[in-house]
C-alpha cells in the first residue's frame, strides 16, 4: 500500500523530489521512513518524520541536503533531495511503521551521474 516515485537520472549538483503515496493504513498513525540500498551495500536510513511531522531525523550523510516532509491529508510523504552526489545512488524506499504493523514500498531508483 505504498507506491513511491519520483526517481530518475540527474547530474551532480542536482535535486529530485521522491513521493510516498499510501493506501489502505491510517497514515496518520504512521512514522515515515526512506531507506535507501547501493548495489553491494546494506539498506541504510536516510530520514524518518513522526505522525504528526513534528519530529524528523537524519543521517549525518545527508544531512543539510536532504529533507522529509508529510501531507497527512494527501496520504504522501517526500523526500527532498538537493545538492546530490553520486554517492546518493542507490533504490529508495519508503516504510510506514507503528508499534505493530510495517509496510514497504517497491523502491525507486535514483541515479547521480554526469
Known amino acids: 500500500p505504498l507506491v513511491e516515485s519520483g526517481g530518475g537520472l540527474v547530474q551532480p549538483g542536482g535535486s529530485l523530489r521522491l513521493s510516498c503515496v499510501a493506501s489502505?493504513?491510517?497514515?496518520?498513525?504512521?512514522?515515515i521512513l526512506w531507506y535507501r540500498q547501493a548495489p553491494g551495500k546494506e539498506r541504510e536510513l536516510v530520514a524518518q518524520?513522526?505522525?504528526?511531522?513534528?519530529?524528523?531525523r537524519y543521517a549525518d550523510s545527508v544531512k543539510g541536503r536532504f529533507t522529509i516532509s508529510r501531507d497527512n491529508a494527501k496520504n504522501t510523504a517526500f523526500l527532498q533531495m538537493n545538492s546530490l552526489k553520486p554517492d546518493d545512488t542507490a533504490v529508495y524506499y519508503c516504510?510506514?511503521?507503528?508499534?505493530?504493523?510495517?509496510?514497504w514500498g517497491q523502491g525507486t531508483q535514483v541515479t547521480v551521474s554526469s
Open positions: 518524520i513522526s505522525s504528526s511531522g513534528s519530529t524528523t
Open positions: 489502505g493504513l491510517a497514515f496518520v498513525s504512521y512514522t
Open positions: 516504510k510506514a511503521a507503528e508499534s505493530n504493523w510495517e509496510y
